[in-house]
């Protein structure tokens, strides 16, 4: 059996108006997913993000590089 290689990316997580959560990962265009709560939305998320993985790798193309950076901002007004 292989050994499966981990990988790590960004991912960002908002809630839905009419419940549950909403989640994407940038480094990789088109790839989100909604839970119903916080912890199926992050199983989801890791379900996509592996498939985009498999799907990049059977191409043999590059894994695109997480460039996101996540910070706060503040603001006076």
């Known amino acids: 059996m292989a ?5 790590r990316f ?8 009419e ?5 994407m990962c940038p480094a990789f265009p088109g790839c989100h997913v909604e839970g119903e709560n916080y ?13 985009f993985i498999t799907d990049y790798s059977e191409d ?4 695109p590089e997480d460039d996101v950076t996540v910070t706060s901002l503040k603001v006076a007004v």
Do not use: H, Q
């Open 10 to 17: 960004t991912i960002i997580i908002e809630p839905c108006e």
């Open 60 to 63: 043999n193309e590059p894994l």
């Open 3 to 7: 050994d499966k290689k981990e990988y």
């Open 39 to 51: 912890e199926e939305t992050i199983d989801e998320m890791r379900k996509a993000v592996s498939a």
């Open 19 to 23: 419940g549950g959560y909403f989640a």
